[in-house]
Every structure is written in C-alpha cells, then in structure tokens.
C-alpha cells in the first residue's frame, strides 16, 4: 500500500500505477503540438455561357461600322502625313496659314512661330484621334 502525500489517504499499486499512466499520458499531448484544424472549401466552376450569336443585321452593321472607322482612320493618317512633310520657306514669308468659322469669320497669318504651333498642336490633335479609331477597331 502506499500512502498519497497530499491528504495521507492509501492508494493502492493500482491506483497509483493508473495514476501515473495518467500522468503521462497528459504529458504527451503537452508536448504535441496539434495543427490547426484543415477548412477545405468547395469551389463549384462558373458555368460557362456561350457568346449570343449575333444576328445578319447585327453582323452587317458591325461590318458597315468598322468599314466607317477605317475610312476615318485612313483619313486621319493621310492628314497627318501631308503634315509631317509640310515645310514653311526659308524666308519665312511665303507661308502662310488661314482659319475660317461656321459664320464667315476669318483668321490669316504669315507669322512662321504661328503656324509651327498650330501644326505642332495639329499633330497632337491627329496622333490622339488616331489612337482613339484604333482602340475603336476591335476584331
């Protein structure tokens, strides 16, 4: 018989051996770390939807505005091209620039500053139009 520190009560072999497996055992999973719990999720696929087939007045009109856009578009790089090979005179007085309103009103001037700006600005205006025709065309 063996008799217990805490309260001086008996133990039997028995009890004292369950005592300390118990012990032991408590020790064990102290000392094993246990993962966190694995959470899988269920991921359940789109379901694909097929592109509406488009009718033969959607696809003509889709042929006729894009035949429109690249008419702008080839009118638009041939105006820039005349621009990139426009060249005043070397005495500065032979060119000559003029802008006319809806209402008749008019604007001339030999000035070669003025019409280097207004071709720079014009070049610009051509080269931003020409990117927003090719973002339009879309195949």
Known sequence: MIMSKNN???VTHDEAVAMIELVEVEAVVAAVEVPEPVVL???KPEPVIAPRKLSLDERI???EDLS?????YRILNESRRKLQTFQLGADGLSSSIQLR???GNEFRTSNSAVINTVIDEMKRTLDTKVKEVEELIDL
Do not use: E, M, Y
Request: charged share 25%; aromatic share 0%.
């Open 8 to 10: 001086g009560s008996a």
């Open 101 to 103: 309103d809806a209402a």
């Open 68 to 72: 429109l856009l690249i008419d702008r």
């Open 41 to 43: 999720t269920i991921v």
């Open 61 to 63: 009109q889709k042929v």
